[in-house]
């Protein structure tokens, strides 16, 4: 909105409304882009278990607030920058699935509320996803798409985070049935997979 920039978000409500602070989707700038990657965007720890997290809820053992840190300064959407990374064996941060109770097929997703609007899902946390089989990266969890009337996208971690002016808002389910169908292959990620020290820009959308 052409204010000063003072931090990353992903959502509207990690700015501090109440002291002057506003949300700016998708800014157009190479500087905000670089600097808000969100591969390297700041998550929890759960610490207990030593585990990058984006919420108590999906640490394994402890859920309890009191077992998480908020915005650890080495957990990050790709991995945990504490520990060094080895790209012949790379420790990505792991993220939570919508497991389909008819299928049994976990779709990776970065909100829990995305499987409340199903009838026949209920969300896995990262552990869980994880055991069953399933890695959930950040490059394979699916986010929401956000369009404008000429076509024109941006992915969004929510609807919220949209841009006001794409009035279209698809959520991970919406763009999923439209793949499968064939009606688009649009596909929005939370970012692309980098087997790197130094992570790749994104989030994007594949296709």
Same mark, same amino acid.
């Given at each position: 909105d052409g204010g000063m920039f003072l931090r990353c978000a992903m959502i509207p409500e990690e700015c501090q409304i109440t002291k002057g602070e506003s949300f700016s989707a998708h800014v157009q700038s190479s500087f905000i882009m670089n600097i808000c990657n969100p591969n390297d965007y700041k998550i929890g720890?759960?610490?207990?278990?030593?585990?990058?997290?984006?919420?108590?809820?999906d640490c394994a053992e402890d859920t309890s607030q009191a077992n998480f840190r908020n915005k650890d300064d080495y957990c990050t959407h790709q991995r945990d920058k504490a520990i060094a990374w080895n790209v012949d064996a790379p420790a990505y941060t792991q993220f939570g699935s919508c497991k389909n109770l008819e299928t049994n097929d976990y779709f990776?997703?970065?909100?829990?509320? %995305?499987?409340?609007?199903?009838?026949? %899902?209920?969300?896995?946390t990262p552990a869980q996803t994880k055991a069953a089989g399933f890695d959930c990266d950040c490059s394979e969890v699916h986010v929401t798409a956000c369009k404008t009337e000429s076509d024109r996208v941006m992915c969004a971690v929510n609807k919220a985070a949209c841009n006001q002016s794409y009035m279209?808002?698809?959520?991970?389910?919406?763009?999923?049935?439209?793949? %499968?169908?064939?009606?688009?292959?649009l596909d929005c990620r939370l970012c692309r997979k980098s087997?790197?020290?130094?992570p790749t820009p994104s989030p994007t959308k594949f296709g």
């Open positions: 720890r759960c610490i207990t278990e030593g585990t990058c997290a984006l919420r108590s809820s990776c997703i970065y909100d829990p509320d %995305e499987c409340v609007a199903s009838n026949n %899902e209920v969300y896995a279209y808002k698809m959520t991970p389910h919406t763009q999923r049935v439209d793949r %499968e169908s064939g009606v688009d292959n087997n790197t020290v130094k």
